[in-house]
Each structure stands twice: as C-alpha cells, then as structure tokens.
T-cell receptor, first 115, second 113 residues
C-alpha cells in the first residue's frame, strides 16, 4: 500500500528565512507521480506541483523548489525567503496503484511564518 | 469560472440526523472523490467515483453513502451510523489521465451537537 510520511507536524520560521518541508513515501509502483498541495486557512487545497518518478531533476518555481530523490524515497519542498502568506498546511501526496488514482496524503506540515 | 462548488460551507446538526453535503463540478471531470480531514490526521478517502452510476468505498466509508447520478454531481450523506461525524469534508475531482492532479472544493465543515 502507498504511504506518505511528513514527520514535521509544525514549523515556525521568521519571515525571509528559508524553510524545507520533508516528505518520505513508500510505494511498490515502478512509475508514479508525487504531489504537493497547500491548504491556506480558507480550507481549499491548492495544487503546487506534480512530479513524475522518471524525472529526478530539481524543480524551481519562483521561491519554491522541490528536491526529488528516488534513492531515498523523498520529495522535499523548500520555500526560499519565506513570507507571511506562505503560512498554511502543506501536504505531500501519492496516487494509489491501479486505475482509480486516488491520492494518499501525508498528515501535513503546518507552516507558520512570523513577521 | 470552472471549479468545484461545495455546500453548505458550515453545517450544524443534532446527533442522530442524516446530513447531505453537496459537491458540484463544471470541469467535465470523470472522477470525483470525498475526503475527510481531522486535525493532525491529513486527508482520508471516504468514497470515490470514476464514472456516472458507479462508486467505490475508500478507507473510511462506514457511516457514509454517496450517489453519482450525474457527471457533475457527487453528494455525500453522513448518516446517523457515523460515530464521529464532526469533521471537515473536502470534495475533489480529476480527469482520468494518469497523474492528473486533484482539484478541490472549499470544503464543508460539519459539526454535530
């Protein structure tokens, strides 16, 4: 069965600090996707990134970057120069095996960025 | 605008009553999902549907029921058999292409008094 572990329950940083959110996953699939979502206080989950297991290159999007390492089954997320608006719960997720493709989510990391 | 609409946003019910949460999408997605979120536990899958008139149980289906009579609608009923129904409920949809990301509604917060 798929499993996603986000060991950091809560993280607090001061604005402009860099912060890394960890994600470790387990899967028996040889090819798979990984996702990160952001959940602001409003409640709706916002899609951030989808990464194919074939592609281990790091990805950067503005202040966000992702480090995918298949050898350690990790897909970590770094926010550079954090801002108060980054405060949210962040979820890492992995689709199930088979055709349904429902996502298995980690327990989430609550990030608080202090001014 | 395309998206997923959940209603109501907040709902209060007495213990023992059934409640139905609405989820409508205009994204023309085939697959729809219901997740439950409790503090510190992430999201857990209740039910999902890949096509009209078909749905499958997720990890925590007991005490819940769904229907999928139309492609754009996937209502969730929280029955009196659900022992701890107070939670935040999220509906999502996706196309069925492999790797398709889920699009989420804004959620419905149910409180049972």
């Amino acid at each position: 069965a798929q499993k996603v572990t986000q060991a950091q329950t809560e993280i607090s940083v001061v604005e402009k600090e860099d912060v890394t959110l960890d994600c470790v996953y387990e899967t028996r699939d040889t090819t798979y996707y990984l996702f990160w979502y952001k959940q602001p206080p409003s409640g709706e989950l916002v899609f951030l990134i989808r990464r194919n297991s074939f592609d281990e290159q790091n990805e950067i999007s503005g202040r966000y970057s992702w480090n995918f390492q298949k050898s350690t089954s990790s897909f970590n997320f770094t926010i550079t120069a954090s801002q108060v608006v980054d405060s949210a719960v962040y979820f890492c997720a992995l689709p199930s095996s088979g055709s349904a493709r429902q996502l298995t989510f980690g327990s989430g990391t609550q990030l608080t960025v202090l001014p | 605008d395309g998206g997923i609409t959940q209603s109501p946003k907040y709902l209060f019910r007495k213990e023992g009553q059934n409640v139905t949460l609405s989820c409508e999408q205009n994204l023309n997605h085939d697959a729809m999902y219901w997740y439950r979120q409790d503090p510190g536990q992430g999201l857990r899958l209740i039910y999902y549907s890949q096509i009209v008139n078909d749905f499958q149980k997720g990890d925590i289906a007991e005490g819940y029921s769904v229907s999928r009579e139309k492609k754009e609608s996937f209502p969730l009923t929280v029955t009196s058999a659900q022992k701890n129904p107070t939670a935040f409920y999220l509906c999502a949809s996706t196309n069925r292409a492999q790797g398709g990301e889920l699009f989420f509604g804004e959620g419905s917060r149910l409180t049972v008094l």
